[in-house]
């Protein structure tokens, strides 16, 4: 394993984020996962905000990548991003200094999933966010119809290896839960490597997640859980009494598994949590051996679980929900943007704050700066304070509106002092976070 790679590696295991500021670790400002560096939504570097100032309204490129609800990621001096249009997904790699096109790999694939049915007016194409991993320069990809790829970002984007899902799994439609209507969005979860591994939540009858040979695309290992595959954005690592383990939102509910040597794919613990309409889209967010689980529908609400080798327990359960947004965790508080901005305590599930209204569409993250940058509705961008000394109330910043053309349900980015945002028609947007002197 590269030292890159394997910081990257440690960084995913950190009890707490909180010193990244001071440590300066930060993964050399590269977001290179699904939310970021810590896959958690905090970033070490800054947010721009120099004391009076944020951004320019006006952005420093735009490119169209493709529809879709991917997120772009970062590493080195290039924004990759994964998209549809007429018939084909393109995997682009473009300059972060200007927009240009580096290279783009294209293959045939449907603009849905084979068994999608609902909601397809609100969304199309990939929504699953592509996997960089700095050990082997290949970036990984998942197409909403169960093309798994992977790219080789050093030989202009060259196929390395490429499997489908649904052929190799079969993973069934989701079933309708109680009286909603049936939803099945297909392939949504990231990719993510651990170690030798690029782990998939695939949700066939054999295995909800399977490892794979993250060079040659063989399979190595299958869960023992065989639950279908949730709706979420990624998996997320935790270590249980030192074990580490993987925990993922699966059609059923929460499933966290082993990823230690002989024991890898044990289940460690499931928590039931059936969403009306599959809608578990907020993916687990992980703190110290807890995990955060929250649903809109007929759960409205956010459940704190305490995870040992034993299982789950939960510690406390709070009226506040999320449907969309995985919640942000940092220094004692936990941060959401659906429907409207919010702070909740950590502690006693009790909320702090609410602030102005975001829409269904929103991702937040906290930087370095003790700041929080919030993407939502149809190209809205919040800069709020969240320092010591402005935690019992909401303080903005600052504000930019109307910057996209549809719903911006991709995640946001931060690297290198630049934000790149997108929206589901497929504008990606950069800004510099830094100010001429």
């Not at 789950?312 to 959401?336: F, M």
Request: charged share 20%; proline share 6%; hydrophobic share 35%.
């Amino acid at each position: 394993m590269s030292p890159k790679s394997f910081i990257l590696w440690l960084l995913t295991f950190l009890p707490a984020v909180d010193n990244l500021p001071e440590t300066g670790v930060a993964c050399a400002g590269d977001w290179p996962a699904w939310r970021g560096p810590n896959r958690n939504g905090i970033v070490a570097e800054n947010s721009g905000w120099d004391g009076k100032r944020w951004i320019n309204s006006s952005p420093d490129w735009t490119a169209q990548v493709g529809e879709g609800a991917s997120s772009p990621i970062v590493y080195g001096r290039k924004v990759y991003a994964l998209g549809y249009h007429e018939g084909q997904n393109s995997v682009s790699c473009l300059s972060t200094e200007n927009g240009e096109l580096l290279w783009k790999q294209s293959y045939m694939t449907p603009r849905y999933g084979r068994n999608a049915t609902g909601d397809e007016g609100i969304y199309s194409g990939p929504s699953s966010t592509p996997e960089f991993d700095p050990d082997t320069d290949l970036l990984y990809t998942l197409s909403a119809d169960g093309d798994l790829h992977a790219w080789n970002c050093n030989a202009q984007g060259k196929q390395v290896w490429q499997r489908n899902l649904y052929d190799d799994y079969q993973m069934p439609q989701r079933a309708r839960v109680g009286r909603s209507g049936r939803r099945d969005y297909g392939y949504t979860s990231a990719p993510i490597v651990y170690r030798e591994w690029l782990l998939v939540e695939v949700g066939g009858p054999t295995g909800t997640i399977v490892a794979f040979d993250k060079r040659t695309g063989q399979e190595a290992w299958k869960s023992e859980a065989t639950s279908v595959a949730g709706h979420t954005g990624a998996m997320a690592f935790i270590q249980v009494e030192n074990v580490p383990c993987v925990a993922c939102m699966t059609f059923d509910g929460l499933l966290v598994t082993r990823l230690d040597g002989p024991h890898a794919g044990k289940t460690v613990a499931t928590y039931p949590w059936i969403t009306d309409f599959a809608n578990n889209i907020a993916g687990p967010a992980v703190y110290n051996e807890h995990v955060l689980i929250t649903s809109e529908y007929n759960h409205r609400s956010m459940c704190k679980l305490r995870i040992t080798l034993q299982g789950a327990v939960k510690v406390w359960e709070s009226p506040v929900s999320s449907k969309a947004c995985t919640p942000v965790i940092h220094d004692g508080k936990i941060y959401l943007a659906w429907r409207n901005v919010r702070s909740i305590d950590w502690e006693s599930g009790s909320v702090d704050w609410e602030g102005p209204r975001i829409g269904d569409a929103g991702s937040c993250i906290v930087t370095g700066d003790r700041k929080l940058i919030v993407w939502g509705e149809q190209g809205t961008l919040l800069l709020a304070d969240v320092a010591a000394t402005q935690r019992d109330r909401y303080v903005e910043l600052a504000r930019l509106e109307n910057l996209a053309a549809n719903d911006v349900w991709p995640h946001p980015a931060i690297a290198r002092q630049q934000l790149f945002c997108r929206d589901r028609n497929g504008t990606l947007i950069c800004f510099s976070l830094k100010h001429p002197p």
